[in-house]
């Protein structure tokens, strides 16, 4: 009976392995800097051609702002998609993974939540820069959130296509092909809530599409767990 406890104390929970391909991610992208780099540079270049194209009205930019910060977003981070698993392809990592004595499922939640944090830190240091120079409010909770809800989404989607692509030869133009039908619900619906909140509107009028997005987080992030053993083994 002890020799059989002590077993199940050296049982690692499931949030464990989980944690712990997130923190390779975190050291292997502190090395090389090759997700977050590319996505901030292209997400501030976004912004910055952007703001010279668009006439500097008030009306106008309040209009089109919300727009341009997802569109930003949006292609920025499918470069961060793009080496999420073409990383592990290109040093062998997708073979370690799966000899993991753990399930595929916990080696999607890892991957995801890397891909997430990547994806988030570039957003939190872009969004100053987006209200600066859209000379908009910034510290307005509702696109904090509207930010987080949304990048989740898109990381949950995103990694399940990214594995599926990444055994491709055409990988970079496959991705995008299957990602923007499935994601594009939670783009617009973020588009929409940002342009609620930087419009001044109550929480009321664009917690439907916050509802939205917590739905397709949720919705999406157990198919993707669910249906990975098949991803990763094909």
């Known amino acids: 009976m002890t020799t059989i406890r002590e077993n199940r104390s050296r049982t690692p929970s499931w949030w464990t392995p989980v944690l712990a391909i997130l923190w390779k991610d975190v050291l292997l992208e502190s090395r090389t800097r090759e997700m977050v780099m590319p996505i901030l540079v292209f ?115 995103g990694a399940t296509f990214s594995a599926m692509a990444v055994n491709t030869r055409a990988r970079e133009i496959l991705l995008p092909i299957l990602f923007f039908p499935i994601a594009m619900p939670v783009i617009i619906a973020a588009a929409e809530a940002t342009r609620a909140v930087l419009a001044g509107d109550s929480f009321g009028d664009y917690s439907r599409w916050i509802q939205l997005m917590a ?8 198919i993707a767990a669910l249906t990975f053993d098949f991803v990763l083994g094909e």
């Open 43 to 157: 997400a501030f270049l976004v912004i910055v051609v952007f703001n010279f194209v668009i006439d500097p009205n008030p009306t106008l930019v309040a209009a089109v702002a919300p727009g341009v910060l997802w569109v930003a977003f949006t292609f920025a981070g499918m470069l961060g998609l793009n080496r999420s698993f073409s990383m592990e392809k290109e040093r062998g990592g997708i073979e370690g993974l799966m000899l993991c004595p753990v399930g595929r499922d916990l080696i999607y939640l890892g991957k995801m939540l890397g891909t997430f944090m990547f994806i988030l830190i570039v957003e939190f240091i872009m969004l100053p820069v987006f209200a600066a120079i859209f000379n908009l409010p910034l510290f307005e909770p509702g696109l904090w959130l509207i930010t987080v809800l949304a990048t989740f989404g898109f990381a949950s989607v």
């Open 215 to 222: 739905a397709f987080d949720v919705v999406f992030v157990v």
